[in-house]
């Protein structure tokens, strides 16, 4: 069985569950912050995560970040 687990279903544990909250606040920066801790637990992501930490980089203008995070997703997911 994967050890991989869903962001949707933990978002209310920590260190993750800030993570809906950082968007929907338009804290980008958090949000990406929280995105990395994610990726560090390889837990996968599901599509409105994925359209976060993009909008996200978006906001920041870090597009470079965005195509990155891109990149990665499409490798784990």
């Not at 209310?12 to 990395?36: C, D, L, S, V």
């Not at 359209?51 to 920041?60: K, Y």
């Not at 597009?63 to 891109?70: A, S, W």
Request: hydrophobic content about 30%.
């Amino acid at each position: 069985m994967s050890r991989r687990k869903n962001v949707r279903r933990d978002n209310y544990t920590q260190p993750f569950g800030n993570w809906y909250q950082h968007i929907r606040n338009w804290k980008a920066m958090e949000a990406i912050r929280n995105y990395e801790e994610i990726m560090k637990e390889q837990i996968k992501s599901d599509e409105e995560t994925t359209i976060g930490v993009i909008s996200s980089c978006e906001r920041l203008e870090e597009l470079k970040l965005g195509r990155e995070f891109n990149d990665i997703l499409k490798k784990l997911n």
